[in-house]
């Protein structure tokens, strides 16, 4: 399986601009979450899905920040207007649901955006 | 509110050192508790515990779990410069993990 797969690697955008971030996760997983990376508050989790179910976006800073997962297969993180302080690294991770005893709670992770806004 | 510390926050050592990393939890229906190597990218998996007691082994890593104290340990023994990372604990329910800030470990040659 070729992971969790995330694009663009890098985006560099000025302020006001649309951002539009894209994962795709492991075939089979059935969570899927979007965690935001900084050196002053470290990984937090945005939001998380399961079954391409919205399930809590209590992580979400603000309206600027959406999040969709129209299948399976894909999700897109969008930030409407960006703002120089959503620049960040942001991560896409799935997982399996518990279910017997397939390892649970593994959260596989995607290479992350570095995202930039000037 | 869920709550994962980690320490030390840094910590520098010489190869061959064995070094301990520390993590405390304290998270509502705590399932289990995972730890992750961060190089220049994505978090990768380490270790996943849900039994106290029991310790994992990789390789010169260890991890251990202490769910009536609720913290765990990682260590690493015969450090080498390849072990030089960002390590994250992360503690979680059935369904979300809550990650601390992190141990950056720098090992020297």
């Known amino acids: 399986d070729a992971g969790v797969i995330q694009s663009p690697r890098h985006e560099v955008t000025e302020m006001g601009q649309e951002v539009t971030l894209r994962c795709k996760p492991i075939s089979g997983h059935d969570y899927l979450f979007w965690y935001r990376q900084t050196m002053m508050r470290g990984l937090e989790l945005l939001i998380y899905f399961n079954n391409n179910v919205p399930i809590d976006d209590s992580g979400m800073p603000e309206d600027r920040f959406s999040a969709k997962m129209p299948n399976a297969s894909f999700s897109t993180l969008k930030i409407q207007p960006s703002e120089p302080r959503d620049s960040a690294v942001y991560f896409c991770?799935?997982?399996?649901?518990?279910?017997?005893?397939?390892?649970?709670?593994?959260?596989?992770f995607g290479a992350g955006t570095r995202l930039s806004v000037l | 509110e869920d709550k994962v510390v980690q320490s030390p926050l840094s910590l520098v050592v010489h190869e061959g050192d064995t070094v301990t990393l520390n993590c405390s939890y304290e998270v509502t229906n705590f399932r289990s508790l995972l730890w992750y190597k961060q190089e220049k990218k994505a978090p990768t998996f380490l270790f996943m515990l849900?039994?106290?007691?029991i310790e994992k082994k990789s390789g010169r890593l260890s991890s251990i779990l202490d769910k009536k104290e609720l913290f765990s340990i990682l260590n690493i023994t015969a450090t080498q410069t390849g072990d030089s990372a960002v390590y994250l604990c992360?503690?979680?329910?059935?369904?979300?993990?809550?990650f601390g800030s992190g141990t950056q470990l720098t090992v020297l040659p």
């Open positions: 991770a799935s997982s399996l649901a518990p279910r017997g005893l397939a390892p649970k709670n593994i959260q596989y």
């Open positions: 849900t039994s106290s007691g």
């Open positions: 992360a503690a979680g329910s059935a369904r979300q993990l809550t």
